[in-house]
T-cell receptor, first 110, second 115 residues
């Protein structure tokens, strides 16, 4: 069974600070995705990483896929209150389904 | 330009009743996936369907749960004789082709509460 562990589960920081969220597994994934979920809504895809060592940037968000394709990180620079939400990583487990981590609930305080 | 439409958004059922959750995929998408999210947890895969076919139901509980995606109309997730443990948010996603790399689009979910 493929599992993804996210850390930390909860993170509360002040506006302007930097943060990193981790997503780890003992399994290799052919691709990994990061989603953001707002209360009462479905997850929204932020990025897909496919190649080991790949780095993708989305404005102040930087996503990295580990060289061995077993882990990933999300780094946010100069966090803003609008970044508040639940961040989920998900690994491709076969062509038709995703295995999700339990999520990191991020709160950015003004 | 509607996205994935799920209804109802909220559903309250008494123990023992049936719950029917509907999902209309994005236009042009013929692949539908159902996921369940328990409070403070990530999403767990339940079932993958194409039109008139169940492709992978490895995440579905063996009893009381069923899913369909008929030739016409929305995909339906049916839960018979609901119990308190069925209370969760149920999300549907669709994609244009098989494979997560083509991109999932999730609906806003149906929040089922069993009282």
């Amino acid at each position: 069974t493929q599992l993804l562990e996210q850390s930390p589960q909860f993170l509360s920081i002040q506006e302007g600070e930097n943060l990193t969220v981790y997503c780890n597994s003992s399994s290799v994934f052919s691709s990994l995705q990061w989603y953001r979920q707002e209360p009462g809504e479905g997850p929204v895809l932020l990025v897909t990483v496919v190649t080991g060592g790949e780095v993708k940037k989305l404005k102040r968000l930087t996503f990295q896929f580990g060289d061995a394709r077993k882990d990933s990180s999300l780094h946010i620079t100069a966090a803003q209150p609008g970044d508040t939400g639940l961040y989920l990583c998900a690994g491709e487990a076969g062509a038709q389904k995703l295995v999700f981590g339990q999520g990191t609930r991020l709160t950015i305080n003004p | 330009n509607a996205g994935v439409m799920q209804n109802p958004r909220h559903l309250v059922r008494r123990r023992g009743q049936e719950a029917r959750l509907r999902c209309s995929p994005m236009k042009g998408h013929s692949h539908v996936y159902w996921y369940r999210q328990l409070p403070e947890e990530g999403l767990k895969f339940m079932v993958y369907l194409q039109k008139e076919n169940i492709i992978d139901e490895s995440g579905m509980p063996k009893e009381r749960f069923s899913a369909e995606f008929p030739k016409e109309g929305p995909s339906i997730l049916r839960i018979q004789q609901v119990v308190r443990g069925d209370s969760a948010a149920y999300f549907c996603a669709s994609s244009p082709q098989q494979g997560v790399s083509y991109g999932y689009t999730f609906g806003s979910g149906t929040r089922l509460t069993v009282v």
